[in-house]
């Protein structure tokens, strides 16, 4: 790689110019395309490429409202950006609106709520926040208080989930859009097929989803380089405070080791995954709805309510991974009852699609 | 060599929560410039205080880490071998955690 640039540099360092304007200085290059270019030819190309998408894919129509799922990091306060941007330049007539959700994590959203009402002000989007004190009579430091630092991502993704939905129900829309990137997709692409879940890895390359429910939710940003995102901000203080999920971390350094070594490798994951096709003998798990607060679900109750019930009635640990004999039993317990509903069957919305 | 060096997107966290750090690196005598390897090992030895293995991976950054060398994307200036000159600003963003 070093060779490459080393040649012809007048200036020690970044002498090329950019390959679309042949007149600033280089400053990224674009892992897509390998080309070289500014920042200024950057945003302009960045914007019309989720332009292109939007369309090609018709993710919108005319005078929809629509949610931006905001969390204050870098992927949704750009989404809010160029959405809000693309929809005055190209007359989406879309009303927009940011929605967040509070976890009840003390320290942790105060910065990234201030960036949410940062953004509510600079793009004029009303904005929605949603408590999980309000929505499960939980917050998180209640519940890490309760289970301790491990499994505790279990209860904060799948109620972080359904909170989205239930926001965007309140807010009356028509669709919510999240800022998923296209290194989330891959990661979850493989995190699927290392899961077997054929089901989810059917569904997680869509770009819009839940399209026969109440609210469907679509990702502009399914072909964007998180890269990219990244070079569209500035350094943002978002992390994970408690315990980071260590299976999907590892498929995520995974997926940043192949981006070193051949960027397109990204884009091939998520094509390899739109690309599977499911053979039809293969019995796929029913959708139905939860008999306790009618969310979607493949079981009888939704995770959200089988993690809540355990809270409640103070067994915290329920609904939380499966031991091998578990296991076993449950397979053999699907196969007698025929593709019934069973609790517990399966780990539902602990991933974000 | 004066530079100053700021992490975010994270990497703050690994040296005591400070984004931006206005350091003075002394140069091996007979040395007049820096490489970005020989600033990693140093940021390695001087600035991290906790988990390395975060911010480094071998004698490079951990895939996921965005380099910016005066507002430039290391990888148009030669990564690890890109030349440092006094008053340089070198940015270290985390790509790996949050959205």
């Known amino acids: 790689m070093a060779s490459e ?3 012809e540099t007048p200036k020690p360092r970044g002498g090329r110019f950019c390959t679309l304007c042949n007149a600033r200085r280089a400053a990224l290059k674009r892992p897509k395309t390998l080309e070289q270019i500014c920042k200024e030819c950057f945003y302009e190309v960045f914007e019309d490429e989720i332009h292109r998408v939007i369309v090609d894919n018709n993710l919108f129509r005319r005078g929809e409202r629509v949610a931006i799922g905001a969390s204050g990091g870098k992927d949704s306060t750009v989404l809010a950006y160029v959405l809000s ?6 007359d989406y007539g879309l009303d927009l609106f940011l929605l967040s959700v509070d976890e009840g994590i003390t320290g942790y959203r105060d910065d990234s709520l201030e960036t949410v009402k940062r953004n509510e002000i600079q793009y004029g989007l009303p904005l929605k926040v949603v408590s999980y004190k309000q929505l499960y009579g939980w917050t998180m430091d209640e519940i890490v208080k309760l289970i301790g630092l ?4 279990t209860f904060c993704g799948v109620f972080r989930r359904q909170a989205l939905d239930r926001g965007a129900t309140l807010l009356k829309v028509d669709k919510l859009v999240t800022g998923h ?8 692409v493989l995190l699927n097929i290392l899961r077997g879940d054929i089901a989810r890895l059917s569904r997680c390359t869509f770009i819009t989803t839940g399209e ?15 890269k990219e995102i990244r070079n569209l901000t500035s350094a943002s203080s978002w992390w994970r405070i408690y315990s980071p999920n260590a299976y999907r971390g590892f498929a995520r350094e995974f997926i940043k080791d192949l981006e070193r070594l051949r960027p397109r490798a990204i884009l091939d994951i998520i094509k390899s995954g739109e690309d599977f096709r499911i053979s ?6 029913e959708q139905g709805n939860c008999e306790r607060c009618g969310y979607i679900s493949s079981q009888k109750w939704c995770k959200a309510c089988v993690l809540l019930e355990g809270l409640n009635r103070g067994l915290p640990k329920m609904g939380i991974g499966r031991s091998r004999g578990i296991d076993n039993e449950r397979n053999k317990d699907v196969k007698e009852t025929n593709g019934t509903k069973s609790l517990e069957s399966k780990q539902c919305g602990s991933l974000d699609f | 060599m004066q530079l100053t060096l700021e992490f975010g997107g994270g990497l703050e966290l690994l040296c005591e929560s400070v984004k931006i750090h206005e350091v003075t690196v002394d140069l091996e005598a007979e040395e007049t410039k820096l490489t970005m390897k020989q600033l990693l090992s140093w940021v390695r030895t001087n600035l991290i205080k906790e988990r390395p293995e975060m911010f480094m991976k071998g004698d490079t950054v951990r895939p996921g880490v965005l380099v910016l060398v005066n507002d430039c994307d290391w990888e148009l200036s030669g990564q690890l071998e890109t030349m440092l000159e006094d008053k340089d600003v070198v940015v270290f963003i985390s790509t790996l955690h949050g959205g």
């Open chain 1, 5 to 7: 640039v080393a040649e």
């Open chain 1, 181 to 188: 990137n296209a290194d989330d997709i891959a990661e979850t």
């Open chain 1, 212 to 226: 026969d429910g109440p609210i469907p939710r679509c990702k502009p940003f399914k072909y964007t380089y998180e």
């Open chain 1, 85 to 90: 941007e693309l929809n005055r330049r190209h």
């Open chain 1, 150 to 153: 491990k499994n505790n991502c």
């Open chain 1, 280 to 285: 039809t003998t293969t019995k796929m798990p």
